[in-house]
């Protein structure tokens, strides 16, 4: 199995540019998540999916927006690229609605390193 | 104050010696626990979750002090492959689906 798949594994843009970040999952999943990682901080979320269909804000939503296409997939774009969105940038999924369950653990793909000019 | 405090490191230690650290975490209603192995520019791994009477995998120990606030993880007989960032991952449970995350705590492990 593939588990979290993310595509592209790096990227640089232009300030003002736009790009998506694309990422599926092959285990059968229901939730969804992207996270940004930055130096000296924990992981952030920034948009998650509790289930086909839905969308919810995280922590750090600005500037982003997501797209929860079908089970599989679940996008974030960058619709005007920030220097500020530079960071790593991780989708994982949970079996489970709620992340908390002990057997429900998160799995991460394995990252897009963004950096903007 | 950040949510979920960890002390960065690094640890450096000697191959087969102990090494042990804490995470605190603010919120007093958390639920969930866990640990999770982040190796250079990868992505995080469960390492183990931690439950309220403590636990062990192998060689590694969590502890949960909910007095105090902290989780700690203890890893004996440490092997080089060890050398990581342990990432402590907590879950309020006023946030659903909202882990919080540590900035991680780095472990170097030296022949």
């Known amino acids: 199995n593939a588990g979290v798949t993310q595509t592209p594994k790096f990227q640089v843009l232009k300030t003002g540019q736009s790009m998506t970040l694309q990422c599926a999952q092959d285990?059968?999943?229901?939730?969804m998540y992207w996270y940004r990682q930055d130096p000296g901080m924990g992981l952030r979320l920034i948009y998650y999916?509790?289930?086909?269909?839905?969308?919810d804000k995280g922590e750090v939503p600005n500037g982003y927006n997501v797209s929860r296409l079908n089970k599989r997939e679940f996008s974030l774009r960058l619709e005007s690229a920030a220097p500020s969105q530079t960071s790593v940038y991780f989708c994982?999924?949970?079996?489970?609605?709620?992340?908390?369950?002990?057997?429900?653990?998160?799995?991460f793909g394995n990252g897009t390193r963004l950096t903007v000019t | 104050r950040k949510e979920v405090e960890q002390d960065p490191g690094p640890f450096n230690v000697p191959e087969g010696a102990t090494v042990a650290f804490n995470c605190t975490y603010s919120n007093s209603a958390s639920q969930s626990f866990f640990w999770y192995r982040q190796d250079c520019r990868k992505e995080p791994k469960l390492l183990m979750s931690?439950?309220?009477s403590g636990n062990e995998d192998g060689r590694f120990t969590a502890q949960l002090n909910r007095a105090s606030q902290y989780i700690s993880l203890l890893i004996r007989d440490s092997k080089l492959s060890d050398s990581a960032t342990y990432l402590c991952v907590v879950n309020p449970t006023d946030s659903w689906g909202k882990l919080q995350f540590g900035a991680g705590t780095q472990v170097v492990v030296t022949p």
């Open positions: 999916s509790a289930s086909e269909g839905t969308t």
């Open positions: 285990m059968n999943h229901n939730s």
């Open positions: 994982a999924s949970t079996r489970d609605r709620a992340a908390s369950s002990y057997k429900s653990p998160l799995h």
């Open positions: 931690v439950y309220s």
